[in-house]
Nanobody
Framework: QVQIVESGGGSVQPGGSLRLSCTVSSDPSRPYCMGWFRQAPGEEREGIAF???????NYAESVKGRFTISQDSGKNKLYLQMNSMKPEDAAMYYC?????????????????????WGQGTQVTVSS
């Protein structure tokens, strides 16, 4: 079982930074993959950043170089540092986890591949 609680959303100006956090409680072991999706009104859900249990990361092209995913295993925390934010980054952001998978592959990026979802946290980017 995995429980996810998110925090850290809010409003930021274009070019600014914001950090999202989520606490991932997993039993009996750490999830295979954790990550972040986002969904803007009228848009499809987009997988943007993922980290495998061994630390390997993968990012969507839309955020590569601007966003960084990290984890603090000791605190069961997952973070998303968002820099150089753009108006198009405004969305509801969801922390996700998948318990099982193969180390031969990077984390999946489709929403159907994730079993556990947080409640979502809103991010607004405007001047």
């Amino acid at each position: 079982q995995v429980q996810i609680v998110e925090s850290g959303g809010g409003s930021v100006q274009p070019g600014g930074s914001l950090r999202l956090s989520c606490t991932v409680s997993s039993d009996p072991s750490r999830p295979y993959c954790m990550g972040w999706f986002r969904q803007a009104p009228g848009e499809e859900r987009e997988g943007i950043a993922f980290v495998r249990s061994d630390g390997r990361t993968n990012y969507a092209e839309s955020v590569k170089g601007r966003f960084t995913i990290s984890q603090d295993s000791g605190k069961n925390k997952l973070y998303l540092q968002m820099n150089s934010m753009k108006p198009e980054d405004a969305a509801m952001y969801y922390c996700v986890a998948r318990q099982r998978g193969s180390m031969a592959f990077r984390c999946p990026i489709q929403s159907d591949d994730y079993d556990y979802w947080g409640q979502g946290t809103q991010v607004t980017v405007s001047s």
